[in-house]
Every structure is written in C-alpha cells, then in structure tokens.
C-alpha cells in the first residue's frame, strides 16, 4: 500500500511558477514509477510527467516540454513537478500517482496503469 499526499498548488499569474511535491508513505517507494496527471471539470484526466524508478527516464506530455520538470528524491519519498513558464491551460487539479512496472527504467503514461493515486492540488494560472 502507497498513499500519496501532494502539496503546492496555488494561484500564481501567467508566466509564473510553482513546484508541486508529492510525499508517498511505504517502504518500497523507490520500486515506484511515478507520474503527474491534471484534470479540468468536464475532461478525462490527462498525462503530464512521468517518472522511472529509479529517475534516469522522464517523459513529458508535448504541451509541457521544456517547461515541466518532474524529479524524485528516493531518499525523502517524494516526486516534484516543477512548473514554470505557466499559462491559464495549465490550470487544473494535479495528481500524482504511483506504478509498480517490472523494469526499473520504465516510464508510465496511461492512468489505467497506475495502482495509487493523491487526492490532487489545485493549480490556477490567471491571465
């Protein structure tokens, strides 16, 4: 069992920034690709980042790159998401969730494969 709390969420003006963190429980988090997701009312989730176990591999939705950086610290149970650049699209509730692929350079993209999910934070980018 994972459970994952995020944090950082917030208004901010266009062009800003916000780091979002994500504190996962259990021991075995570094056995755990990690990926960021968003939401608007009305739209199925959707990818943004995803991370591999061990953080050598990271993939970004192409509406992200170069802006979106998601990393982890193993040693402090967490993964950020890290938002510059932001525009009003960005706003949405932001998830971090939690895989277990069997390969350790594995990056996870599609919601049905993630087994943990947070209970998201708010982002609003203001024009």
């Known amino acids: 069992q994972v459970q994952l709390v995020e944090s950082g969420g917030g208004l901010v003006q266009a062009g800003g920034s916000l780091r979002l963190s994500c504190a996962a429980s259990g021991r075995t988090f570094t056995t755990y690709a990690m990926g960021w997701f968003r939401q608007v009312p009305g739209k199925e989730r959707e990818f943004v980042a995803a991370?591999?176990?061990?953080?050598?591999?990271?993939y970004y939705t192409d509406s992200v790159k170069g802006r979106f950086t998601i990393s982890r610290d193993n040693a402090k149970n967490t993964v950020y998401l890290q938002m510059n650049s932001l525009k009003p699209e960005d706003t949405a509730v932001y998830y971090c969730a939690a895989a277990q692929p069997p390969n350790p350079v594995v990056v996870v993209t599609t919601t049905l494969e993630y087994d943990y999910w947070g209970q998201g934070t708010q982002v609003t980018v203001s024009s």
């Open positions: 991370i591999s176990w061990s953080g050598g591999t990271t």
